[in-house]
């Protein structure tokens, strides 16, 4: 994978305005934050178990295959190709990835409060104080290098001159960090398959 | 611009501020379902804190650097993030945590909301051409 190779992007005239934020997706995403509140509010377990999972299995897959599958392809694209894939996938991780994290995280502390599973005498803790630290783990790299990488590669191709040494170095940081977290996740389909079936 | 090698190492110490409040973060939540020991979170939430000062003093050092990018960048990554920090902090508060271990846990999360759009915004703004030619 060549991700040093830089991005020569065409004339700012030519190019139309990267939407760093997609609009169209952010009353998505209020709705499922909306959920995730009722949900720890009403304490109610399916609407729990509901948004832990489905924003869970989606973290996983979405870094699994990002990182693990899209990340090579970005790496092995033509300069303009990869240009044009960064400006149309990278917003839509934006709105994607802090959401299903949201949902993931907060209704699996409340299903952690709900169960029990957090109590010293419960089978299922040690498995998930693993689980903790595994997210923790991610959670800096994704949030102190991933994140901050999409962001400036967009807001650079955003330029009237685009530099494009700075988009080479940051695709590269988002590629490795996100090929890191994807086999990370690994860890945690193990953990949490175990603590489903304790 | 801000060359790769002038520029402080302020996102690397806002890094380090960031996983110290995740290990607090860690601790306290293995302990979320009795009164949690409280020594290692309070260590981490005050380290956290310290090295997120030390990063924006490290950054308002910086002649020429972008502020008007930091603050754009900055603020809808603080409101992503804020939104996220509330809905932790509110399954504490729903679970009935008070008093010391709420102020603790209440705490790491502010230090967490404000080191992920600081991380953000100064990745983006270092590279900003600033108007003073900095």
């Known amino acids: ?198 | 611009m801000n060359g790769e090698q002038n520029f402080p190492k302020a996102v690397e110490i806002v890094t380090v501020s960031l996983a110290a409040v995740v290990v607090g973060g860690v601790w306290f939540g293995a302990h979320a379902t009795s009164r949690p020991p409280l020594l290692l979170p309070t260590l981490m939430l005050i380290v956290g804190a310290v090295l997120l000062i030390v990063g924006v003093l490290m950054i308002a050092r910086v002649a020429g650097f972008s502020w008007d990018t930091w603050v754009r960048v900055g603020r809808w990554a603080l409101l992503a993030y804020v939104i996220a920090a509330g809905m932790i902090e509110f399954a504490f508060v729903r679970n009935h945590t008070r008093g010391a271990p709420l102020a603790v846990v209440t705490g790491m999360l502010v230090v967490f909301a404000l080191d992920v759009p600081f991380l953000i915004a100064t990745t983006v703004a270092r590279y900003e051409e600033s108007p003073a030619g900095g």
């Not at chain 1, 240009?83 to 907060?106: C, G, Q, R, S």
């Open chain 1, 1 to 198: 994978m060549n991700v040093q190779e830089t991005i020569e992007a065409p004339p700012a005239e030519a190019r139309p305005k990267i939407q760093i934020v997609p609009l169209a997706g952010l009353p998505v995403a209020a709705v499922l934050i909306g959920f995730v509140v009722y949900a720890i509010a009403t304490n109610k377990f399916w609407p729990l178990m509901f948004c832990h999972v489905a924003g869970g299995a989606l973290w996983t897959s979405i870094d699994l295959f990002v990182g693990l599958a899209v990340g090579p392809i970005i790496g092995s694209m033509s300069p303009p190709a990869r240009a044009e894939f960064t400006a149309k996938f990278m917003p839509k991780m934006v709105i994607i990835m802090p959401t299903v994290v949201t949902m993931t995280l907060a209704t699996g502390l409340q299903i952690a409060f709900h169960l029990g599973t957090l109590s010293p005498n419960s089978t299922a803790r040690n498995w998930l104080i693993a689980s903790m630290i595994v997210v923790g783990i991610m959670a800096v790299i994704a949030l102190g290098v991933l994140e901050p990488a999409n962001i400036t590669v967009l807001w650079e191709m955003n330029k009237a001159n685009p530099n494009p040494e700075i988009i080479g170095r940051m695709m590269k940081r988002f590629v490795y960090t996100a090929g890191i977290t994807g086999v990370m996740q690994v860890a945690t389909l193990v953990i949490m398959t175990r603590v489903a079936t304790i």
